[in-house]
Nanobody
Framework: AHLVESGGGLVQPGGSLRLSCAAS????????MSWYRQAPGKERELVAFINSSGRNTNYTDSVKGRFTISRDNDKNTVYLQMNSLKLEDTAVYYC???????WGKGTLVTVSS
């Protein structure tokens, strides 16, 4: 089973990015999926999760109203749309399958002017 993140990069404050996480090697549609992030010198934190059907989502307070998690079970992919990015959103973003503690290698998002 593998998770591969993509879509990170350098963006100015107020900008947008969409992260993707491609899953393989397991039945993607069965699992709740999450995005975490880890900023320099800080612990990894949960950003958002989405249940297997995509009907239920949840977000950490600092990203509510700015980030949207979604999934396409036909494409085995989970997304994180990030709008109105702030300097403090700078981090490595990781995709996670809660069950079995499966992680991707992460994608770096840098918000800087």
């Amino acid at each position: 089973a593998h998770l591969v993140e993509s879509g990170g990069g350098l963006v100015q404050p107020g900008g947008s990015l969409r992260l993707s996480c491609a899953a393989s090697g397991f039945t993607f549609s069965y699992y709740t999926m999450s995005w975490y992030r880890q900023a320099p010198g800080k612990e990894r934190e949960l950003v958002a999760f989405i249940n297997s059907s995509g009907r239920n989502t949840n977000y950490t307070d600092s990203v509510k109203g700015r980030f949207t998690i979604s999934r396409d079970n036909d494409k085995n992919t989970v997304y994180l749309q990030m709008n109105s990015l702030k300097l403090e959103d700078t981090a490595v973003y990781y995709c996670n399958r809660n069950t079995g503690n499966l992680w991707g290698k992460g994608t770096l998002v840098t918000v800087s002017s």
